[in-house]
């Protein structure tokens, strides 16, 4: 797969490479690099590669942290993302995540309580409670009623932050004219090569991929749907 080296700036602080045990860097992004096919036939990227990924627990833990080559990464699939997710918003305002804001105000001493809530507010706020991606298809449900678009793959941006460290969008188009979903689709889990996500930050909507990449205040997150609040909240503490 044939790919281009774009550089854009986006303004604004970001999220940490790990949100909620895991935020994608609150540094400013100055520089997005794309390294992506912009067509449909990069659908065709098997998971069957015909090397192996021998990443070792220290090296899943720097691409993790946002430390990694341009050429390390590889185009997914939406299979990557296959399951059934929730949002983690409601947790925040019930008050089941307070354990988990507390173990970040104890351990990087930047924040008050008060204002990592009012953060991750802004960070995870959606009206989209849950999420089904299947095949090629994801579905949106916004009080209870489900609607259903199909999506192809349309490459990967790679943005860089002041401190030095990165962050991967993987995107996708909605195929057609459906009413009630997003036209496209940015999916970012941390990791720069396919694998199965264990939870993701997404954003979506109807404007172009360029804009939606400049969104770094809101990044709604899911977790898969038959966790309870207290085993996200384990998984976020774990990280």
Not at 25 to 53: F, G, I
Not at 144 to 153: D, P, R, S
Not at 198 to 211: A, K, L, M, P, R
Not at 219 to 224: A, D, L, S, V
Request: a negative charge; hydrophobic letters at 25%.
């Amino acid at each position: 797969m044939k790919k281009a080296l774009i550089r854009s700036i986006i303004a604004f602080s970001f999220l940490g490479t790990i949100l909620a045990g895991c935020q994608e860097k609150v540094d400013t992004p100055v520089e997005n690099t794309t390294s992506a096919s912009e067509t449909a036939e990069s659908t065709e990227h098997s998971h069957n590669h015909s090397h192996v990924h021998s990443h070792d627990d220290e090296k899943k833990h720097e691409i993790y942290s946002g430390i990694f080559q341009d050429d390390e990464v590889e185009d997914r699939e939406l299979s990557d993302w296959e399951g059934d997710w929730q949002s983690v918003f409601p947790y925040l305002l019930d008050g089941t995540l307070d354990e988990v804001l507390q173990k970040k105000v104890e351990t990087n001493k930047d924040k008050t309580f008060k204002e990592y809530k009012e953060y991750y507010k802004a960070g995870y706020e959606t009206d989209i409670e849950r999420i089904v991606i299947k095949a090629n298809t994801i579905t949106f449900y916004k009080n209870g009623e489900g609607k259903t678009g199909e999506y192809t793959y349309h490459g990967y941006e790679i943005l860089t932050y002041d401190s030095g460290k990165r962050g991967v969008r993987y995107l996708f188009d909605l195929v057609g004219e459906v009413t009630g979903v997003p036209k496209h689709v940015q999916f970012s889990d941390h990791s720069i090569y396919p694998t199965k996500s264990e939870h993701y930050h997404i954003y979506f909507g109807d404007e172009e991929h360029n804009t939606l990449l400049k969104e770094l205040n809101n990044w709604p997150t899911y977790y898969p749907s038959n966790l309870s609040g207290k085993d996200i909240v384990e998984e976020m503490n774990a990280h």
